[in-house]
């Protein structure tokens, strides 16, 4: 199932609405229950990590959305969005209407909350970190092209959701030996390390702490970069959030034996082996492709091959 930052925003903005947080409407919010740790996640528990995030939030926000989300002892008996925001209104000396105004914002910073995972009853093992440079990724794409075994481009594609104010650049640093080709309106400037690169990807304007951006480069030949001779993989080190990744890899001239998925393993283990619950079809045609949810802590995830 793929997860969208906005589609996390949406069903929190639906859970407010008629009776507030209840089983069934927790149910039909399906990416926030992703985001909270998995489908199977029991209505206890989901309410459980909720109301820890909402507790997390600046007092103010979370005194808010425990009431409107009929979450507090006050308002759980309240059938409805309106009579909430009445009653939060009334503690505060507020119209309806500006605690509604106020609530958009207080979501916002609950999503974000929910994102990075820097709440005490969390499900991430890693919190991601919040204040220096940090960033949730929506989705990454990443395509590779393959001709008879060798290398011929990458195409990269990074949504992401700015966790700070003002940052000039997105660094990416990467082992592979390929110069990146931005799109408007990144460009980008390399720096070797040994037998590393990394790629600061510069925004046309400082990027702003709550929005989303687009990030799609190529990655192609250079002479001045190396080879990497035939390839066996491609795979990513994710060290912040990213809800959803997908590997495409198409396969000109002469194709694999086998091909398979692999998860959160070590620099050293990647890319596995392929076993009979791993291993991806070739037989649809030239392209196989691989999906992943919810990774981080700097684990590769990809997919490996074995030629004849």
Do not use: C
Request: glycine share 8%; charged share 25%.
């Amino acid at each position: 199932m793929p997860t969208d930052i906005q589609d996390l925003e949406a069903d929190l903005l639906y859970l407010r609405k008629g009776a507030g947080v209840t089983p069934e409407r927790v149910n039909a919010a399906g990416v926030l229950r992703l985001v909270l740790g998995g489908q199977d996640l029991s209505y206890a528990d989901v309410r459980e990590r909720l109301v820890s995030a909402i507790r997390s939030l600046h007092e103010a926000d979370a005194e808010l959305l425990m009431d409107v989300f009929a979450l507090s002892p006050d308002t759980g008996r309240m059938g409805l969005l309106r009579e909430r925001r009445a009653y939060y209104g009334d503690k505060v000396g507020r119209k309806a209407e500006t605690v509604a105004a106020r609530e958009k914002q207080a979501v916002v910073n609950l999503r974000n909350q929910l994102l990075t995972g820097w709440y005490p009853a969390s499900p991430l093992g890693v919190r991601v970190p919040e204040l220096h440079n940090g960033i949730v990724n929506e989705s990454v794409r990443i395509t590779t092209v393959v001709a008879d075994g060798y290398w011929q481009e990458t195409r990269e594609h990074y949504r992401f959701l700015a966790l700070f104010d003002e940052a000039d650049y997105l660094r990416i640093s990467s082992s592979f030996p390929g110069r990146p080709v931005p799109e408007p309106p990144f460009t980008v400037r390399t720096r070797r390390l040994n037998d590393s690169w990394n790629h600061d990807f510069h925004h046309a304007g400082p990027m702003r702490r709550g929005h989303l951006y687009d990030l799609r480069y190529k990655l192609v030949p250079d002479p001045d970069y190396g080879h990497p001779g035939r390839l066996r993989e491609t795979s990513r080190a994710f060290h912040e959030r990213t809800l959803t990744a997908i590997f495409e890899t198409v396969f000109l001239g002469a194709r694999p034996r086998t091909v398979w998925s692999f998860n959160r393993l070590s620099f050293l283990e990647r890319p596995g082996t392929p076993t009979t619950n791993n291993q991806l079809d070739l037989k649809g045609g030239s392209t196989v492709t691989t999906q992943y949810h919810d990774l981080y802590g700097g684990l590769f995830s990809g997919m490996g091959w074995e030629w004849e």
